[in-house]
């Protein structure tokens, strides 16, 4: 395969008019143009918000859009139909599908049960602020428009360790007194003392029949679906020997290295290097520590770009790392909030695209440009300027060695050297956050010995010859990404 590239076709905006798995499925042949080999699918199942939610406030995994259930048949994003269309058009057109996937919690419970609870403090999980106490919840759920078509599991109290509730002011998180344990599971991350708790009714992964569950509705899914990986949500919550079970058990029983990638949000890349120890290696992760440096270098004009790189995934687990800009978690209204600036985007897409460690993710605004609003704020996220360009950049010319050249705080320079059965392939990609025009030397090899060289965005129309040992000095634009690439290369723009 060419150098992967996935391609996040969606965001937390996107209209909730049934649109979406109809809109992918006619952006396919665009996608395969720009080089995308995976695409990311939002959540497919229903939504405790019916046809208006997002996917991760998960109701029922069994219902892709088919039982009318929370006030519609289909999600938020289309129906079952409808999804497996997509699917099918973009495996026509070479594009691998990765399908979120939530095993963290579950929302929209159908029934209340009376169960024994304690109340955790919010700030630190492991402390209890009050006695055991009987209270009434919503835990149990029987999906009664599905009448037990796939599954007739119903999930009850000793399904889940822990739930949330909203007394008055007081925002209370019960530790659910079940038979699999008095205290929460043991999970990496020690923030808020024990973070296995996030939201809505917590999955007992201690139980097995909930396991069980879970691992039956994988099979199930990847049979019907015929998707090609996942995405997991929130695995700094879940603990490590169950994504591991849970991974091995599905790519058994399909005979496939399905791809994985997991989201543990944590701007430690030691931390993410521990999960991938403790999980084995199991799953990619996305590389937040990089995300970290992206924002601080967007909004911070004393950000040294030579350490771009550093502590992060990239440069401990490259081959475990997912890098991306934004994400649905980042994008602004988002708990998560911390867009990168504009002007530096095409910095980070460059420096996530044009590398040779790590699989980057480009997300769904920065490739079409998305408008939405708050009730109080609108917003516009642009395209990103020349991201279709840098994403045929690395289908046709980002290969070979890597020659870096971090020269000073605001220019860093790298080469890629080309190989021999990709016609002119190579290249050489200089960031700049300066206000000043710059230059550096750059070494591209041999075999691009004597070659002229021109700027593949279309906004220098230097013509840059190399010496006989393949190097030249290149400029670099103000305050942009300048990439260089051999004169005969043009053919791909």
Request: glycine letters at 6%; proline letters at 4%; charged letters at 30%.
């Amino acid at each position: 395969m060419n150098n992967p590239t996935i391609f996040q076709f969606f965001h937390w905006n996107y209209p909730a008019d049934g649109s979406l798995w109809n809109h992918v499925a006619e952006e396919a042949c665009q996608l395969e143009k720009c080089g995308i080999t995976h695409v990311w699918l939002p959540p497919a199942y229903k939504d405790a918000d019916g046809k208006k939610g997002v996917g991760y406030a998960v109701y029922d995994l069994w219902d892709l859009g088919e039982f009318n259930q929370k006030g519609s048949v289909r999600t938020k994003y289309g129906t079952r139909e409808e999804y497996l269309r997509a699917i099918e058009i973009l495996h026509q057109h070479n594009i691998q599908v990765l399908a979120d996937v939530v095993l963290n919690h579950k929302q929209g419970a159908d029934e209340k049960e009376m169960i024994r609870v304690q109340k955790a403090n919010p700030e630190n999980r492991n402390e209890f602020i009050a006695e055991p106490e009987e209270v009434e919840l919503y835990t149990r759920y029987t999906f009664p428009n599905r009448q037990n078509k796939y599954s007739d599991f119903k999930w009850n109290w000793q399904s889940f360790s822990g739930i949330d509730d909203q007394l008055g002011d007081e925002y209370v998180i019960y530790k659910i007194l079940n038979d699999y344990g008095e205290r929460w599971d043991e999970v990496i991350d020690e923030e808020l003392g024990n973070f296995a708790y996030l939201m809505g009714a917590d999955i007992e992964l201690r139980n097995p029949h909930v396991r069980d569950e879970l691992k039956k509705w994988g099979k199930w899914f990847t049979e019907l679906t015929k998707v090609d990986g996942f995405r997991l949500d929130a695995v700094k919550h879940m603990p490590p020997g169950f994504i591991k079970e849970w991974i091995d058990y599905v790519r058994g029983e399909m005979k496939r290295d399905l791809f994985c990638m997991a989201e543990y949000w944590s701007p430690s890349a030691e931390t993410l290097q521990t999960y991938i120890d403790k999980s084995e290696g199991r799953t990619q992760l996305l590389d937040v520590p990089l995300h970290n440096h992206f924002y601080e270098a967007g909004k911070t004009k004393s950000f040294d770009l030579r350490n771009l790189f550093k502590d992060t995934l990239i440069e401990r687990r490259p081959e475990l790392a997912i890098s991306f800009v934004d994400n649905h978690d980042t994008q602004p209204f988002q708990t998560l909030e911390s867009p990168i600036a504009s002007w530096f985007k095409p910095h980070a897409y460059a420096a996530s695209l044009l590398r040779l460690q790590g699989i980057p993710c480009v997300f769904y605004p920065d490739f079409y440009g998305v408008s939405y609003s708050s009730k109080k704020h609108a917003v516009k996220l642009e395209r990103v300027w020349k991201l279709r360009k840098m994403l045929k950049a690395r289908w046709h010319l980002a290969y070979g060695e890597q020659k870096d050249a971090f020269v000073d705080k605001q220019l860093i320079g790298w080469t890629r050297t080309g190989l021999e059965e990709k016609p002119f392939s190579g290249l050489a990609v200089l960031l700049n956050t300066s206000n000043k025009k710059k230059r550096i030397e750059l070494d591209l090899g041999p075999s691009h010995a004597g070659k002229k060289f021109i700027e593949l965005t279309g906004n220098l129309k230097d013509v840059i010859e190399t010496n006989n040992n393949g190097r030249a000095s290149f400029s670099a634009r103000p305050k942009k990404v300048t990439i260089w690439m051999r004169e005969e290369a043009k053919q791909w723009f």
